[in-house]
T-cell receptor, first 117, second 115 residues
Framework: DTAVSQTPKYLVTQMGNDKSIKCEQN?????MYWYKQDSKKFLKIMFS???????INETVPNRFSPKSPDKAHLNLHINSLELGDSAVYFC????????????????FGPGTRLTVL | AQSVTQLDSHVSVSEGTPVLLRCNYS??????LFWYVQHPNKGLQLLLK??????LVKGINGFEAEFKKSETSFHLTKPSAHMSDAAEYFCVVSDRVNQGGKLIFGQGTELSVKP
């Protein structure tokens, strides 16, 4: 009955490789997000999609490419991985309010711990 | 611009004693404010939220927070700490004006609970 799920939970890879993280939500939400949590536990938004449309892109290197095939899925592909990409990546989802002017609270997935060697 | 400052990076309490985690925010518009909790190696769970209704907000597991506009604060409290409360707590702000649902996180406060 998982609300927001991510795969894989752990990802260990070499510098220069390309990898993907998948996220799925079964809450019927229309907005999905990717956040990065660094080694000091600081969380920062990377991307946001509403109804498959990119609405937030927070100056993330273009090696990171999110893709939303439908409202329930938001995947993150990372090219040419670097040591500094090592972090925990969280997916989240929420519902836009009926007036469309704001968003309800976000529900987070369990995270994907990426380690780049 | 929005920002959140959590005034303590680490708080340690004894089991059964009160918990106070302090948070100050800055926002150009009427903010929505949240507290999230992260247990070790877990995702984030919403404890409570303020969205312009009552200024005293009750959340899960006995936590509550009070929105004080004059002090730009949203401190989290609990009357009696339990061992299971040991975790990282994040104060979060979001402008209610359409900004794509962007959340701004504080730096986090690690709560330790001693037996």
């Amino acid at each position: 009955d998982t609300a927001v799920s991510q795969t894989p939970k752990y990802l260990v890879t070499q510098m220069g490789n390309d990898k993907s993280i998948k996220c799925e939500q079964n809450l019927g939400h229309d907005t999905m997000y990717w956040y990065k949590q660094d080694s000091k536990k600081f969380l920062k938004i990377m991307f946001s999609y509403n109804n498959k449309e990119l609405i937030i892109n927070e100056t993330v290197p273009n090696r990171f490419s999110p893709k939303s095939p439908d409202k329930a899925h938001l995947n993150l592909h990372i090219n040419s991985l670097e040591l500094g990409d090592s972090a925990v990546y969280f997916c989240a989802s929420s519902r836009r309010t009926s007036g469309g002017s704001s968003y309800n609270e976000q529900f987070f997935g369990p995270g994907t711990r990426l380690t780049v060697l | 611009a929005q920002s959140v400052t959590q005034l303590d990076s680490h708080v340690s309490v004894s089991e059964g004693t009160p918990v106070l985690l302090r948070c100050n925010y800055s926002s150009s518009y009427s903010p929505s404010l949240f507290w999230y909790v992260q247990h070790p190696n877990k995702g984030l769970q919403l404890l409570l939220k303020y969205t312009s209704a009552a200024t005293l907000v009750k959340g899960i597991n006995g936590f509550e927070a009070e929105f004080k506009k004059s002090e730009t604060s949203f401190h989290l409290t609990k009357p009696s700490a339990h061992m299971s409360d040991a975790a990282e707590y994040f104060c979060v702000v979001s402008d209610r004006v359409n900004q794509g649902g962007k959340l701004i996180f504080g730096q986090g406060t690690e709560l330790s609970v001693k037996p």
